[in-house]
Nanobody, 121 residues
Framework: VQLQASGGGLVQAGGSLRLSCKVF???????????MSWYRQAPGKQREMVAT???????NYADSVKGRFTISRDNGKRTFYLQMNNLEPEDTAAYYC?????????????WGQGTQVTVSS
């Protein structure tokens, strides 16, 4: 299973970007039930959770992005998204998509390669 993130770029403050994360090698039933997440990591800072969406499409957001970011999923495409509006320079970071694969008693963290978001003031 591989996660491939895309959609990052350079944008001015107040602008928007949409990140996508395509999951390869996961069957529909597994993808549909998994929690999908976006994390980000700015230089010199720890990686932090940005948004999550459950299989039943319940969502959770970091306080810093509430009201500006929206996470969604398209199970049929094995893809989930992060719509980012009203971007701020503080949103500048590498963004990583994430899910957990359950295999018997073991759980494995799966990460995408990261996509850079840079917001200029």
């Amino acid at each position: 299973v591989q996660l491939q993130a895309s959609g990052g770029g350079l944008v001015q403050a107040g602008g928007s970007l949409r990140l996508s994360c395509k999951v390869f090698g996961m069957i529909l039933s597994e993808f549909s039930g998994n929690i999908m997440s976006w994390y980000r990591q700015a230089p010199g800072k720890q990686r932090e959770m940005v948004a999550t969406v459950t299989g039943s499409r319940d969502t959770n957001y970091a306080d810093s992005v509430k009201g500006r970011f929206t996470i969604s999923r398209d199970n049929g495409k094995r893809t989930f998204y992060l719509q980012m509006n009203n971007l701020e320079p503080e949103d500048t970071a590498a963004y990583y998509c994430h899910t957990i694969r359950n295999m018997g008693r073991n759980q494995y963290d799966l990460w995408g390669q990261g996509t850079q978001v840079t917001v200029s003031s």
